[in-house]
């Protein structure tokens, strides 16, 4: 079923994430693909994640549509300029894809490339606005195109934020322009995650457009329970990962214990009501990680 | 003002090999300023040059000027007059000032001594931020007087991202995400609303590098 339709039909809605390969050789990611395939909704597929250079998306996206999957492809604003963002846009549309994660991007320095320049010619928001300009069947600068894409827009919402409001602000922008599914940032705890979803339905309450939230859930590899104590310390450690003090010491002494928390937590937010789906990501890669949102699918009881 | 660093004196002391005479010409405004290539700077590392070329055995004669800028010719025309007994010149300006006279002593080589860093203000003594990117088209008053281009490390027209900690930019904990500050002050002095438009893409086509700014007044004078 395509995203859209799920979105609209299904209560609880699952995606998993997976990266393209640091390379040609697809092996790995497509038998990723066949263990998640009717266990999932759709999978996301990264964009140069963490700043850590691998294949284009579009291209992965591809090779997973014709292995059968729904897949999302999620866009980063800090490789590109405007125009190669529509290119991609376009390339990925003639090639099947129709969901689209439009995000910011980890910075250039988190990565393996740390001396390449950091472009950001567009924000997310930006480019959630370019890609629904293609979808009206004009590019940014207003020209008409031969042959428009169809988006279903999604980005992306950090729960944790402390601040929250800044964070609000721009999910409310992101909601404007046209995006009508958000993944967040991995929470750890049904409780953080309450405070955030009260606040994040009334900043779009006004607006009338209908917004799903599915809400990250992230297993933890050993070696990221490994860094947990230094990323505590640098949260460049293990970007986009904010795992509160109680719940790290509890997984550095067992870590084997992160795919039933994960399982714990999937089961807690679909019993809460307060997402419309989970986005399940791994710290490990390609077949691990495809077994590690399996085992908390299961630990979950779905 | 611009700010810059002196290079590593590894790296003048290479450039410099095989050039017998150089004169080293420094710059007394921002560089002076920021403490890089000013006089006593110049001084420093004119004596470093000669130390080091002694302790190598070389026989090298280091002189020493500094103008009172080197983004004006009017300041670098003096030294015409003695230009010829120099094979090189060292520079301490900003990139501009190098530039500008290696244009004027176009048949020496010009070297540059500084790395030029960054548009930005004095936060004390001996600490320089970077605030301006001269992009060509201010949002200042859009934000509080906390510039997103250049103090957010994504330059986010509508921030901030989700990588933010605790009000901490993810590129480095040390910094406040910009977008937090703007955020903030806007919100402490009732503007908040303010930031609730969708801010469209940069335009960077304002001036095309190399820009030039000609001045309406000498544009009307003398038809520039």
């Known amino acids: ?302 | 003002m611009i700010v810059a660093e002196r290079k590593p004196f590894e790296e003048i002391k290479a450039m410099l090999s095989g050039y017998p005479r150089v004169l080293v010409v420094g710059c007394g405004t921002c560089v002076a300023v920021c403490l890089a290539g000013g006089e006593k700077e110049v001084g420093v590392l004119g004596a470093q040059l000669r130390i080091a070329a002694k302790m190598a055995g070389n026989g090298v004669q280091i002189d020493e000027t500094t103008l009172e800028r080197q983004c004006d010719r009017e300041f670098m025309e003096p030294l015409a007059k003695d230009i010829g007994r120099y094979d090189a010149l060292l520079s301490t300006a900003c990139g501009a000032g190098v530039q500008l006279l290696a244009e004027l002593y176009d048949d020496k080589p010009v070297f540059p001594a500084l790395n030029t860093n960054f548009i930005g203000v004095a936060e004390g003594p001996g600490v320089w931020t970077e605030r301006c990117r001269a992009c060509s088209d201010c949002v200042l008053g859009l934000t509080g007087g906390i510039c997103p281009v250049t103090t957010c490390s994504k330059g986010l027209l509508n921030g901030p991202c989700g990588g933010a900690v605790a009000g901490r930019c993810e590129v480095d904990p040390e910094r406040p995400c910009a977008w937090g500050r703007i955020y903030d002050r806007l919100e402490a002095t009732g503007r908040l609303d303010e930031l609730a438009a969708v801010q469209p893409p940069k335009r960077h086509n304002i001036h095309v590098q190399p820009a030039q700014i000609v001045h309406l007044a000498y544009k009307r004078r003398y038809g520039l």
């Open chain 1, 1 to 302: 079923m395509e995203l859209r339709e799920t979105l609209e039909k299904k209560g609880f809605v699952v995606t998993a994430e997976l990266h393209p390969p640091k390379g040609t050789s697809l092996q790995a990611l497509l038998a990723a693909a066949d263990k998640l395939k009717g266990k999932v909704d759709a999978v996301t597929v990264s964009d140069n994640a963490g700043a850590v250079m691998r294949m284009s998306g579009w291209a992965a996206c591809r090779a997973l549509q014709e292995r059968g999957l729904e897949t999302i492809l999620t866009v980063a604003c800090r490789d590109r300029n405007r125009l190669a963002l529509a290119s991609d846009l376009l390339g990925a549309a003639s090639l099947g894809a129709r969901n689209l994660l439009c995000v910011s991007g980890d910075h250039v320095v988190l990565g393996d490339h740390r001396e390449a320049k950091p472009v950001f010619d567009l924000d997310s928001v930006q480019l959630l606005q370019l890609a629904a300009e293609l979808a009206e069947g004009h590019d940014g600068g207003g020209q008409a195109l031969t042959g428009a894409p169809a988006f279903l827009l999604g980005a992306v919402v950090n729960p944790n934020s402390d601040p929250l409001g800044p964070q609000l602000l721009k999910f409310r922008k992101k909601v404007e322009v046209g995006a009508r599914f958000f993944q967040t940032q991995a929470v750890f705890e049904v409780e953080s995650f309450r405070a955030f979803a009260a606040q994040a339905r009334e900043a779009v309450s006004d607006g009338g457009a209908k917004v799903k939230v599915l809400a990250g859930v992230h297993v933890l590899s050993p070696d990221e329970v490994g860094r947990l104590n230094e990323a505590a310390l640098d949260p460049r450690v293990l970007p986009g990962l904010r795992v509160p003090t109680h719940i790290a010491s509890g997984l550095i002494e067992a870590p084997g214990k992160a795919v039933e928390l994960a399982g714990s937590l999937i089961k807690e937010l679909k019993a809460s009501g307060l997402c419309d789906g989970v986005h399940i990501m791994a710290g490990a890669h390609d077949g691990e990680a495809a077994d590690a949102v399996l085992a908390a699918l299961q630990a979950a009881g779905l």
